[in-house]
């Protein structure tokens, strides 16, 4: 079993829709969890670190964590086509991160 | 802002040729680590370090080695060269942070990249 889901995509929402993007992951000990977003030939950026329940708001992105269910989600509201990127869930142990493979996300003009 | 910086953003070598890849923060990080990327196969641990002059095997050792002789600096070196190293390759760097009283990574933050071809 892989240790982070992702749906590989693409997503396809269009300009000013809110667009959802899920994960879920196998480990229950983890306790940091990150959203980075990748354009195509350019490294990870992070969007957003979560280490608690619920939601966590910054601009037009909203992390949520749900660590019975395990699974993370971000939603970004009024999604512009600069937001169309491949995004990366991760999650971290003592040293290590492990990374889901991305979802693609495009957002129609 | 956290930098990290690599040494080059592209970079063309023979096969046999040995090759390094350099990376620094200027975070006062102590966790600093190697990834590869390829298309479909999401990102891959070659080799971390959590200390100075420590370094730890990560999922895809084989056919690399690092160095870290100073906190900030990281490097990554092919010892000869093979077509199947040609990837993107990624540095970053994270601190411990501590969640419930237990010590975890925390946040990590990526360098621009090197896309290595190997001919």
């Known amino acids: 079993q892989k240790e982070v889901e992702q749906n590989s995509g693409p997503l396809s929402v269009p300009e000013g829709a809110i667009a959802s993007l899920n994960c879920t992951y196998s480990?229950?000990?983890?306790?940091?969890f990150f959203w980075y977003r990748q354009y195509s030939g350019k490294s990870p950026e992070l969007i957003m670190s979560?280490?608690?329940?619920g939601d966590k708001e910054d601009g037009r992105f909203t992390a949520q964590l749900n660590k019975a269910s395990q699974y993370v989600s971000l939603l970004i509201r009024d999604s512009q086509p600069s937001d169309s990127a491949t995004y990366l869930c991760a999650f971290s142990g003592t040293y290590k991160y492990i990374f889901g493979t991305g979802t693609r996300l495009k957002v129609l003009a | 802002d956290v930098k990290v910086t690599q040494s080059s953003r592209y970079l063309v070598k023979r096969t046999g040729e040995k090759v390094f890849l350099e990376c620094v923060q200027d975070?006062?990080?102590?966790?600093m680590f190697w990834y590869r990327q390829d298309p479909g196969l999401g990102l891959r641990l070659i080799y971390f370090s959590y200390d100075v002059k420590m370094k730890e095997k990560g999922d895809i050792p084989e056919g690399y080695s690092v160095s870290r002789e100073k906190k900030e600096r990281f490097s990554l070196i092919l010892e000869s060269a093979s077509t199947n190293q040609t990837s993107m390759y990624l540095c970053a760097s994270s601190l411990m942070g501590e969640v419930k009283r237990e010590r975890w990574a925390d946040t990590q933050y990526f360098g621009p990249g090197t896309r290595l071809t190997v001919l």
């Open positions: 979560i280490y608690s329940n």
């Open positions: 975070m006062d990080h102590e966790n």
């Open positions: 480990d229950r000990v983890s306790q940091s």
